[in-house]
């Protein structure tokens, strides 16, 4: 009788404690948890940051905490899943945590509707920077009028030569150029383009075929007819105005990057390139 009353309680208690942890079970997976990972920073810093990424009070001198947002939404999303973690994360080169260098992390349980107050607050907030943006103080560094003067001109020079070029290069009438870029460098005095010819009516056959060795007798023929026409002169008489890797023993006025391109099914490949060299005619004369 003793051993059966005994077995009884056991029983009873086994299935009271598996009961519990059921529940406690239950329990955990219904909880949800959210985090906010700060990090230090200066007040400096202050006016880079978004909206979300708020500062969270002052610590000492000007040294203070923000939100790591992107950080924290990933958190959040598995807070909401009932995650849990708590740690500090070293970010320095050592991975030795270093207060000035680690990302703090915190946990709270989910509040739906603090969750939402704290939203509207933000919102707030933001559209007050929005409608006061005054109240962002902006610096203003000190002008010297020679210095800026000279800017201005050097600017000046610069526009004209690329509109010079420019207009040169739309006046050949080769309407096969798809893309030019210019540039003018001030500490020589050149200017160079990139220019983009559109191969297809010239090189493709039966449909999506075309012979290298014509590509490239293509370029050379447009890069002819480009130095001719814009108004370029040879920078040395013994030397070829144009070459397919660009190596020319001086540089002139003018320096043109020239590319031959085909489209075929949507996607443009480049299929012979070279370089055009050269000097505007007055110079030489």
């Known amino acids: 009788m003793l051993i059966k009353i005994c077995s009884l309680v056991l029983v009873i208690t086994f299935a009271s404690f598996s009961l519990s942890a059921q529940t406690s079970v239950k329990s955990a997976s219904n909880e949800s948890w959210e985090y906010l990972i700060v ?3 200066t007040f400096a810093d202050k ?4 909206i979300a990424d708020k500062w969270i009070g002052r610590r000492q001198g000007n040294l203070g905490f923000y939100q790591d947002t992107l950080t924290q939404n ?3 999303r598995l807070g909401k899943l009932g995650w849990e ?9 050592s991975d030795q945590p270093s207060i000035p260098h680690s990302k703090f992390i915190f946990k709270r349980k989910f509040d739906a509707a603090r969750a939402e107050r704290e939203t509207e607050e933000l919102k707030q907030l933001a559209n007050e920077m929005k409608n006061n943006p005054s109240s962002k103080i902006k610096s203003e560094n000190l002008v010297e009028l020679d210095q800026a003067e000279f800017a201005d ?3 000046a020079v610069a526009d004209k030569a690329k509109a010079r070029l420019e207009q040169a290069i739309k006046n050949t009438s080769i309407s096969s150029v798809i893309n030019l870029q210019t540039r003018y460098f001030d500490n020589t005095k050149q200017i160079s383009a990139e220019i983009a010819v559109d191969g297809n009516s010239a090189l493709l056959k039966d449909g999506n075929k075309y012979r290298l060795s014509e590509a490239k007798k293509y370029a050379r023929q447009i890069a002819a007819e480009l130095f001719s026409k814009i108004g370029l002169r040879q920078v040395s008489p013994n030397e070829d105005f144009y070459n397919e890797y660009g190596s020319f ?5 003018v320096f ?3 590319s ?6 949507g996607a443009a490949r480049k299929v012979a390139e070279g370089y055009i060299n050269g000097n505007w005619v007055e110079t030489i004369k």
């Not at 973690?85 to 080169?93: A, Q, S, T, W």
């Open 39 to 41: 990090s230090f920073g």
């Open 47 to 50: 006016e880079d940051l978004k």
């Open 74 to 76: 990933e958190f959040d």
């Open 85 to 93: 973690l708590i740690g500090i994360l070293p970010v320095n080169v």
């Open 153 to 155: 001109k050097q600017n």
């Open 249 to 253: 023993n001086s540089r002139g006025e």
């Open 256 to 258: 043109i990057r020239l």
């Open 260 to 265: 031959i391109v085909i489209n075929y099914n």
